[in-house]
Each structure stands twice: as C-alpha cells, then as structure tokens.
C-alpha cells in the first residue's frame, strides 16, 4: 500500500550501451539511479545540499514530471519539475561519441540569483559527483544551462556550446 497522497509510478528507463539510468518516483518528485558495467551505481541527490541550504535551490533538479520519449529517431527521457521561482528541464540520451555513456542536458529558469544551481550524485562506495552550469551573465530573468556525462569515466561535466540564453 502506498502512502497517502502519493501514487505508484512505473520506472523510467533508459539504455547506452552498459550503462542504465533510472526514474523513480518518490512522493511527489522523482530522483535517478544511473548503473555502469563493472557495478558503478550512481544515485542523485535530492532536496537541499545539505542542512543548512535553502530548499529553492536542491542539490539536483527537481523534476515532477518525467517521460520516455522518441528524438530524432533514438529514445530520450524528458524531465520538467520546480523549486521556489524556478522551473528545471532536463533531456537524457545515449551519448552519440561515447559508447556506454549518457548525455544529461539541463535548463533552470531563474527569476532571483541561485544558491546552487547543479546535478549532484552519491556513489554507493561513498565517492559523490556535480556538474553545475559555468559561469554566466547576471540579468534576471534568465535561463542557466549545464550539461554532463555519465559512464564509464562517472560523471563528467561538459562545456556548454553557447553561453546562457535570455528568450
């Protein structure tokens, strides 16, 4: 029996090679386990950085909703979700250069100035890692990006092609 107020979902999954990544539901957001062959489990962390941090900035995106979905013929998972003003989006695929490698690319709508602004993970032998968007301008409203790997090398913050965007 489930909690109240809280609905059993089925995973979202998704395959690169050796490497799988996870959605589960978890009350009313949803965290992620990528496995790399060899045994690496990778889980995200959720809600704040820690005790002190301001819960409108959560250690990883806070997604609500999440999708298995067809992109140019190849399989991708697809987030959206919210903390405080800002509203997260988030597309996983198998990288295309990398075997056993997934693509993370990541969007936070911000309306005030972060206090954390990244995807964090904890490793099941007690080792963590980030990726958080580089440096960008300071005009608000804006939209901040970031963009990882996650495979055989763990997780590997990539160089955004272009810097942050302002519709």
């Known amino acids: 029996m489930s909690e ?4 059993k979902q089925a995973a979202v999954r998704l395959r690169a090679g050796a490497t ?12 992620h386990v990528v ?3 060899g045994g ?12 002190a941090a301001d819960p409108r900035w959560p250690a990883s995106p806070a ?3 999440v999708s298995l979905v067809g992109a140019a013929g190849r399989p991708a998972i697809v987030g959206l979700g919210l903390a405080g003003r800002s509203h997260f989006s988030v597309s996983v695929a198998a990288h295309p250069d990398r075997p056993d490698t997934l693509l993370f690319e990541v969007a936070c709508r911000i ?14 032998d007690g080792g963590s890692g980030q990726a958080a968007p580089q440096a960008g301008g300071t005009d ?28």
């Not at 690496?40 to 005790?51: D, F, I, K, M, Y």
């Open 40 to 51: 690496a489990r990778l889980e995200s962390v959720e809600g704040p950085r820690n005790t």
């Open 111 to 124: 309306q005030e100035p972060p206090g954390w602004l990244g995807s964090t993970y904890r490793a099941a």
């Open 35 to 37: 496995t790399v062959a």
């Open 63 to 65: 997604l609500t909703e």
């Open 140 to 167: 608000l409203p804006r939209t901040v990006q970031w963009s990882y790997a996650v495979g055989p090398d763990g997780v590997v913050p990539l160089p955004m092609a272009a810097g942050p965007r302002r519709p």
């Open 20 to 31: 799988e990544v996870v959605f589960l539901r978890e009350h009313d957001r949803w965290r």
């Open 4 to 7: 109240p107020g809280t609905t």
